[in-house]
């Protein structure tokens, strides 16, 4: 299911997919130690896990789940979850194989699940919680225009953790379409 990092498909050839329950199998060994396993999906996930504790936590069977493929081979290059919280399309789980991080397809994933997940929850806001020490993550999301917003009442307090909120782009007619 693995592809070497320099087989890194470009970005117009990936395509996101409903997950499939083989998809967990190998998701689940992208996170070797627990901090990993944590920061991905969150303080009460079980560590160390099995198949059914890993598919159980993730909430497989609960939420939409979603795989970034590259268009025509069965290889996982991403993962993510949404589901509807304070209105919003809520992220969760996101995650990119470790052989392939660095090279934008966080951007493909986000982009691609928030077209899916917007449209399927009929909301035009997305959000997402992350911990304040996870550079990557919150360097990815800061370009895709998420700011940070008050913690949700709602929401169990996470040490560390921030709440980031991307508003809908409201795309604007062009000169010649007026
Ligand atoms: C967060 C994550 C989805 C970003 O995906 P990505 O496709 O690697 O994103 P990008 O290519 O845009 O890189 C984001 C940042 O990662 C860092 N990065 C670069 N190469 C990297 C590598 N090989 N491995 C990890 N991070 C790398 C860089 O700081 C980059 O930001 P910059 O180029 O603006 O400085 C991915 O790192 C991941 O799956 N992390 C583990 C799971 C996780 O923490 N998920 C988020 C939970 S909220």
């Known amino acids: 299911m693995r592809t070497p990092p320099s087989e890194t498909p470009t970005h117009a050839a990936v395509a996101l997919v409903p997950t499939r329950p083989a998809h967990l199998a190998e998701l689940s060994t992208w996170f070797r130690t627990e901090r990993a396993c944590r920061e991905w ?3 009460s996930f079980r560590f ?4 059914a504790s890993f598919r159980a936590d993730t909430r497989y069977d609960e939420i939409p789940s979603y795989s970034l493929q590259p268009v025509g081979a069965d290889v ?3 993962f993510g979850q ?4 304070n209105g919003r399309c809520h992220f969760a789980r ?3 194989a470790p052989d392939h991080r660095g090279r934008r397809l966080g951007v493909e994933l986000v982009n691609r699940l928030a077209a899916v ?14 911990l304040a020490a996870n550079v990557p993550a919150l360097r990815l999301y800061e ?4 700011i940070r ?9 996470l040490e560390g953790g921030l709440y980031m909120v991307q508003e809908a782009v409201i795309a604007l007619p062009r000169e010649t379409d007026r």
């Open 117 to 130: 997940g917007r449209a399927d929850l009929r909301v035009s806001a997305c959000s997402l919680f992350v």
């Open 143 to 146: 370009r895709l225009g998420f």
């Open 76 to 78: 996982l290059l991403g």
């Open 82 to 85: 949404y589901y509807l919280r």
């Open 41 to 43: 999906g969150g303080p």
């Open 48 to 51: 160390p896990f099995d198949a």
């Open 94 to 96: 996101l995650a990119i």
């Open 149 to 157: 917003t008050p913690w949700p009442e709602d929401a169990p307090r």
